[in-house]
């Protein structure tokens, strides 16, 4: 490997792992939030593909982009509030089967109305433009991801930590019942968190399908569950950990995949899920949690 | 009712299936679709009962059940193929030299060990996946049960991955998959297996490591307390669960004759996890129920769905391909929003609940009155 | 030494900042009934985790019958926040998990009753016997020790008919009036065969005259079963009634210890405790 590839499959790496950031960052929020592991999440990734396929027939992107956005983050909070808000009480195990119907239920969907073959993703002519710098060359939108990823996050950070909006997610995310007594809106607040994830994830959804050229109703699955891990690993609940999380695992697979090793990259994303559960189940910047008996 | 009572009824109840199971056996193309969707059906409940062993028994919510029965499913295939077919299965890169001595070992053996063959597969399969159950449920299962979904789902995904990758070619046929598996000799027969692990299952559950299963599932704190290993109990009731997944999965591989990685994807959980919530998280009677319920309805009954329908020159909206699908998810979402219990909730079929809803049937006052 | 049944040595159980748990040291003889009070807040139910395993202490040992079962230093993150008196008096790490400790004999009940809600009575009893029980999985499932399976229900039998359970056997827990879910409780921790019982706040929710029945249940318990009983409580009445000894917790610190009439008598903790509940409710 030339050092020139090694940049190359760095900045590929890079690119990748943004996307997978900022999916993993609606992961991680919900998780935080409503204690739920949001396998819808992926699912609502792929349809923002979808809906940017459909988007793109009739507007250019620049009013194709803002409406995938608009559309996700309604499929989001439309979720939220039929799927999760009637069990919010009900035992872990019935909302997580609900998660578990609702990605189902968007996946049939999907291949119910845009058949499983794949489609093939619009082209964004200014993302696809070629770059070159030195001896690396590559489209634009493998320079504009991490960039993107970055200020996204910043901007959710300032968000989180010096608006009300973002007290209230920090209060209910300590604690549920506290900070509703305190008077907080749960249920904006809970809905705040889905636009917010929803968001990211068509964000992510652009950056990631403009790479891949196509999507399929099932191309939610695999990376919602490396963004779930990208979660995990970065510690789940914070948002710098899934950032870094998104990152380590976009490079690591992009590397696996240019060593040759392709058909184990999924798999070696699951075995460093086991890894960081034995060693260090609270991630890398989560905090260790006691259960009050 | 008296004990001897239940005996009869039960024993009747017995020889009513069996005699529908050879009425079917004799007349199997005539009644073509329901033998299959029998058939399907009693082995899918073998895996849903298993699934709620782990996740309506103990508590613990595993997601790896496509996975383990991969695992089973190819264990019971490379076992049972003969060796006379071996050269049209693995016409791309050929077969493992160790295996087919192996096979070929098998195949030397006395005839009474042909015979027990595929039970041998089966059970062989089922501890093979046993041993992996262990090696994940070690890490994973001292942590909350939400990293257990997820790391089971992902483990599934990484056995088809690996299934399916060329360097497995010589075991597996990688994405090509195996075909020509013999198959069972009757349905009576898939259904005496059946019984066995259910019955197996349920004997289990009702003794005192059944108990200890469920005192974890309602308060883990309280069951430590209780002197209650929590590590152990878990290993052991997911290492089980996982050993009669594979055990289905290697029934299923000698009912569909060819399978291979594509079968085992996470849609094929999502499935059985359908089943076992329709049945009643924590019911055995209600997953063997909804496991022929939902088989039916999905392969037979519901199949409409997916066809074009005109009703009196009028083209019906909506129906085709994938709308069947699309009807399911949505009862599997109605069912978990609205009607958390299922079918049986957490109760068993008993014989004295049967008596107590006729005699509520035939006569409303009296059997409504106490039910306190 | 050979009569302890219980040694708790320098415990001190922190949280982040908050220290629940300072510097405990206290011990329980055999047969004895000694209680453990303290305004709401001073870190006794948080000993009793500690004693049970379900926390490891920030530093400290705690003995049962001689034996150590959990032991500690401050490390990492807590080594900054502890600097307490017993700082380096320990150097081993080692906890044991609270089913290895309730199997040493030592069995507890919990403050908010933690029953097994939707299993009947005599399940909830019978539950606890199946630590004692010596047949594996296979056994078990088969029904081989149908023997050990029918002198274990017998058991439970036994013990439901002496907490007055025998009628509501079947009924599911949470089903149980208040009162019975405490007996309840009692009975599923005896079921492990306890010698040390740890009672949390017995008596909460209960009127005088059930607090009367549960000072002589405690007693007849004791008898019986050849106990030893350290419990947490608030009824003033019952505690000076029952114990032996009382150790007296405020923010986390002992504070008295004694037999009843000194604590009674002890300026300090009448103005930390007792004095605050007379001018209160009663």
Same mark, same amino acid.
């Given at each position: 490997?030339?050092?020139?590839?090694?940049?190359?499959?760095?900045?590929?790496?890079?690119?990748?792992?943004?996307?997978?950031?900022?999916?993993?960052?609606?992961?991680?929020?919900?998780?935080?939030?409503?204690?739920?592991?949001?396998?819808?999440?992926?699912?609502?990734?792929?349809?923002?593909?979808?809906?940017?396929?459909?988007?793109?027939?009739?507007?250019?992107?620049?009013?194709?982009?803002?409406?995938?956005?608009?559309?996700?983050?309604?499929?989001?909070?439309?979720?939220?509030?039929?799927?999760?808000?009637?069990?919010?009480?009900?035992?872990?195990?019935?909302?997580?089967?609900?998660?578990?119907?609702?990605?189902?239920?968007?996946?049939?969907?999907?291949?119910?109305?845009?058949?499983?073959?794949?489609?093939?993703?619009?082209?964004?002519?200014?993302?696809? %433009?070629?770059?070159?710098?030195?001896?690396?060359?590559?489209?634009?939108?493998?320079?504009?991801?991490?960039?993107?990823?970055?200020?996204?996050?910043?901007?959710?950070?300032?968000?989180?930590?010096?608006? %009300?909006?973002?007290?209230?997610?920090?209060?209910?995310?300590?604690?549920?019942?506290?900070?509703?007594?305190?008077?907080?809106?749960?249920?904006?607040?809970?809905?705040?968190?889905?636009?917010?994830?929803?968001?990211?994830?068509?964000?992510?959804?652009?950056?990631?399908?403009?790479?891949?050229?196509?999507?399929?109703?099932?191309?939610?699955?695999?990376?919602?569950?490396?963004?779930?891990?990208?979660?995990?690993?970065?510690?789940?609940?914070?948002?710098?950990?899934?950032?870094?999380?998104?990152?380590?695992?976009?490079?690591?697979?992009?590397?696996?995949?240019?060593?040759?090793?392709?058909?184990?990259?999924?798999?070696?994303?699951?075995?460093?899920?086991?890894?960081?559960?034995?060693?260090?189940?609270?991630?890398?910047?989560?905090?260790?949690?006691?259960?009050?008996? | 009712?008296?004990?001897?009572?239940?005996?009869?009824?039960?024993?009747?109840?017995?020889?009513?299936?069996?005699?529908?199971?050879?009425?079917?056996?004799?007349?199997?193309?005539?009644?073509?679709?329901?033998?299959?969707?029998?058939?399907?059906?009693?082995?899918?409940?073998?895996?849903?009962?298993?699934?709620?062993?782990?996740?309506?028994?103990?508590?613990?919510?595993?997601?790896?059940?496509?996975?383990?029965?991969?695992?089973?499913?190819?264990?019971?295939?490379?076992?049972?193929?003969?060796?006379?077919?071996?050269?049209?299965?693995?016409?791309?890169?050929?077969?493992?030299?160790?295996?087919?001595?192996?096979?070929?070992?098998?195949?030397?053996?006395?005839?009474?060990?042909?015979?027990?063959?595929?039970?041998?597969?089966?059970?062989?399969?089922?501890?093979?996946?046993?041993?992996?159950?262990?090696?994940?449920?070690?890490?994973?299962?001292?942590?909350?049960?939400?990293?257990?979904?997820?790391?089971?789902?992902?483990?599934?995904?990484?056995?088809?991955?690996?299934?399916?990758?060329?360097?497995?070619?010589?075991?597996?046929?990688?994405?090509?998959?195996?075909?020509?598996?013999?198959?069972?000799?009757?349905?009576?027969?898939?259904?005496?297996?059946?019984?066995?692990?259910?019955?197996?299952?349920?004997?289990?559950?009702?003794?005192?490591?059944?108990?200890?299963?469920?005192?974890?599932?309602?308060?883990?704190?309280?069951?430590?307390?209780?002197?209650?290993?929590?590590?152990?109990?878990?290993?052991?009731?997911?290492?089980?669960?996982?050993?009669?997944?594979?055990?289905?999965?290697?029934?299923?591989?000698?009912?569909?004759?060819?399978?291979?990685?594509?079968?085992?994807?996470?849609?094929?959980?999502?499935?059985?996890?359908?089943?076992?919530?329709?049945?009643?998280?924590?019911?055995?009677?209600?997953?063997?129920?909804?496991?022929?319920?939902?088989?039916?309805?999905?392969?037979?009954?519901?199949?409409?769905?997916?066809?074009?329908?005109?009703?009196?020159?009028?083209?019906?909206?909506?129906?085709?391909?994938?709308?069947?699908?699309?009807?399911?998810?949505?009862?599997?979402?109605?069912?978990?929003?609205?009607?958390?219990?299922?079918?049986?909730?957490?109760?068993?079929?008993?014989?004295?609940?049967?008596?107590?809803?006729?005699?509520?049937?035939?006569?409303?006052?009296?059997?409504?009155?106490?039910?306190? | 030494?050979?009569?302890?049944?219980?040694?708790?040595?320098?415990?001190?159980?922190?949280?982040?900042?908050?220290?629940?748990?300072?510097?405990?040291?206290?011990?329980?003889?055999?047969?004895?009934?000694?209680?453990?009070?303290?305004?709401?807040?001073?870190?006794?139910?948080?000993?009793?985790?500690?004693?049970?395993?379900?926390?490891?202490?920030?530093?400290?040992?705690?003995?049962?019958?001689?034996?150590?079962?959990?032991?500690?230093?401050?490390?990492?993150?807590?080594?900054?926040?502890?600097?307490?008196?017993?700082?380096?008096?320990?150097?081993?790490?080692?906890?044991?998990?609270?089913?290895?400790?309730?199997?040493?004999?030592?069995?507890?009940?919990?403050?908010?009753?933690?029953?097994?809600?939707?299993?009947?009575?005599?399940?909830?009893?019978?539950?606890?016997?199946?630590?004692?029980?010596?047949?594996?999985?296979?056994?078990?499932?088969?029904?081989?020790?149908?023997?050990?399976?029918?002198?274990?229900?017998?058991?439970?039998?036994?013990?439901?008919?002496?907490?007055?359970?025998?009628?509501?056997?079947?009924?599911?827990?949470?089903?149980?009036?208040?009162?019975?879910?405490?007996?309840?409780?009692?009975?599923?921790?005896?079921?492990?065969?306890?010698?040390?019982?740890?009672?949390?706040?017995?008596?909460?929710?209960?009127?005088?005259?059930?607090?009367?029945?549960?000072?002589?249940?405690?007693?007849?318990?004791?008898?019986?079963?050849?106990?030893?009983?350290?419990?947490?409580?608030?009824?003033?009445?019952?505690?000076?009634?029952?114990?032996?000894?009382?150790?007296?917790?405020?923010?986390?610190?002992?504070?008295?210890?004694?037999?009843?009439?000194?604590?009674?008598?002890?300026?300090?903790?009448?103005?930390?405790?007792?004095?605050?509940?007379?001018?209160?409710?009663?």
């Amino acid at each position: 490997m030339t050092l020139a590839t090694f940049f190359q499959h760095v900045l590929t790496g890079i690119s990748l792992g943004g996307a997978y950031a900022l999916i993993a960052i609606g992961y991680t929020m919900v998780y935080g939030i409503l204690r739920l592991i949001n396998f819808a999440h992926g699912d609502i990734f792929m349809m923002a593909g979808y809906f940017m396929i459909f988007s793109m027939v009739t507007f250019p992107w620049q009013i194709a982009i803002p409406l995938v956005c608009l559309l996700t983050v309604v499929l989001g909070v439309v979720i939220e509030r039929v799927a999760y808000k009637p069990i919010r009480t009900a035992p872990r195990m019935s909302i997580m089967i609900s998660a578990i119907g609702v990605s189902y239920l968007i996946q049939n969907l999907a291949t119910y109305l845009f058949t499983a073959l794949p489609r093939a993703y619009p082209e964004i002519p200014f993302l696809k %433009k070629i770059f070159q710098i030195g001896s690396i060359s590559s489209s634009l939108v493998t320079f504009i991801t991490p960039v993107l990823t970055i200020l996204l996050v910043i901007g959710l950070i300032l968000l989180i930590n010096h608006t %009300k909006v973002g007290m209230a997610m920090r209060a209910v995310s300590k604690d549920f019942e506290t900070a509703q007594l305190m008077g907080i809106r749960i249920n904006n607040t809970i809905s705040t968190t889905f636009i917010i994830g929803s968001l990211l994830a068509a964000i992510g959804s652009i950056l990631y399908f403009t790479d891949r050229s196509s999507v399929t109703p099932f191309s939610g699955t695999l990376p919602g569950l490396k963004c779930f891990i990208a979660a995990v690993l970065g510690g789940i609940g914070s948002i710098p950990g899934a950032v870094v999380g998104g990152f380590a695992i976009g490079i690591c697979e992009t590397f696996l995949v240019a060593m040759g090793y392709s058909t184990y990259s999924d798999a070696f994303t699951f075995v460093l899920l086991i890894i960081i559960l034995l060693f260090r189940p609270t991630g890398l910047f989560g905090e260790k949690m006691i259960d009050k008996v | 009712m008296t004990k001897s009572k239940k005996m009869i009824y039960t024993a009747i109840l017995g020889v009513l299936i069996l005699a529908l199971l050879i009425f079917l056996e004799a007349n199997k193309t005539q009644y073509g679709m329901a033998y299959t969707i029998l058939q399907k059906g009693i082995i899918l409940s073998v895996v849903a009962v298993s699934m709620n062993l782990v996740t309506g028994f103990t508590g613990l919510f595993s997601l790896g059940q496509a996975g383990f029965m991969a695992i089973g499913a190819y264990v019971t295939a490379i076992f049972l193929i003969p060796v006379e077919n071996i050269k049209d299965v693995y016409y791309i890169s050929g077969i493992a030299p160790g295996i087919l001595s192996f096979k070929n070992w098998l195949e030397a053996g006395p005839a009474f060990t042909q015979m027990l063959l595929p039970y041998i597969a089966l059970i062989i399969g089922g501890v093979v996946a046993a041993l992996f159950a262990a090696l994940i449920g070690y890490p994973v299962l001292r942590l909350k049960s939400d990293y257990l979904a997820i790391a089971t789902l992902g483990f599934s995904e990484i056995v088809r991955a690996i299934i399916s990758s060329p360097q497995m070619d010589t075991i597996t046929n990688g994405s090509y998959g195996l075909k020509k598996i013999p198959g069972f000799v009757s349905i009576v027969e898939t259904f005496g297996i059946m019984v066995v692990c259910v019955l197996l299952m349920v004997l289990l559950l009702r003794s005192t490591y059944g108990r200890a299963f469920r005192a974890i599932r309602e308060d883990e704190v309280a069951a430590e307390a209780m002197g209650i290993n929590l590590a152990k109990h878990k290993q052991m009731s997911f290492i089980i669960g996982s050993f009669f997944s594979a055990v289905s999965g290697g029934m299923l591989a000698m009912f569909m004759r060819s399978i291979d990685s594509r079968t085992f994807s996470v849609s094929l959980t999502y499935d059985i996890l359908l089943i076992v919530v329709i049945g009643g998280i924590g019911s055995v009677t209600g997953s063997v129920i909804a496991a022929l319920l939902v088989t039916a309805s999905k392969e037979w009954w519901l199949r409409f769905f997916d066809n074009p329908l005109a009703i009196g020159g009028v083209q019906i909206p909506f129906f085709r391909t994938g709308f069947r699908m699309v009807i399911f998810s949505i009862i599997l979402l109605v069912v978990v929003l609205f009607y958390q219990k299922g079918i049986m909730g957490k109760n068993e079929f008993s014989w004295e609940r049967l008596e107590k809803r006729f005699k509520k049937l035939i006569s409303p006052k009296k059997g409504g009155a106490k039910n306190v | 030494m050979s009569n302890q049944v219980l040694k708790l040595s320098d415990i001190t159980m922190q949280f982040g900042g908050v220290v629940a748990v300072d510097n405990l040291s206290l011990e329980v003889n055999q047969n004895e009934i000694v209680s453990l009070i303290g305004p709401n807040g001073a870190g006794k139910t948080t000993a009793f985790n500690v004693i049970t395993g379900v926390y490891a202490p920030t530093n400290g040992a705690v003995y049962v019958k001689d034996s150590m079962i959990t032991s500690n230093f401050p490390k990492g993150n807590m080594k900054k926040l502890y600097a307490g008196e017993s700082k380096g008096n320990y150097s081993t790490t080692m906890k044991k998990t609270p089913d290895q400790i309730t199997k040493l004999g030592v069995a507890r009940t919990f403050q908010n009753i933690r029953l097994f809600k939707e299993l009947t009575a005599f399940d909830n009893v019978l539950i606890a016997k199946h630590m004692r029980q010596k047949s594996n999985v296979f056994s078990a499932t088969l029904g081989i020790n149908y023997k050990e399976e029918q002198s274990m229900r017998e058991e439970t039998m036994k013990l439901l008919e002496i907490l007055g359970l025998t009628e509501v056997k079947d009924e599911v827990a949470s089903s149980l009036p208040y009162g019975q879910q405490r007996h309840l409780e009692i009975a599923r921790a005896l079921a492990t065969n306890p010698e040390l019982l740890l009672l949390d706040e017995p008596a909460a929710g209960m009127n005088p005259q059930e607090t009367d029945e549960l000072t002589a249940f405690i007693f007849d318990i004791r008898k019986k079963f050849n106990l030893t009983i350290f419990m947490i409580e608030h009824h003033m009445d019952l505690v000076m009634d029952i114990s032996d000894r009382i150790y007296v917790l405020d923010f986390g610190k002992l504070i008295a210890s004694g037999t009843p009439a000194e604590i009674q008598n002890n300026q300090r903790v009448i103005d930390a405790y007792l004095g605050v509940q007379e001018d209160g409710e009663e």
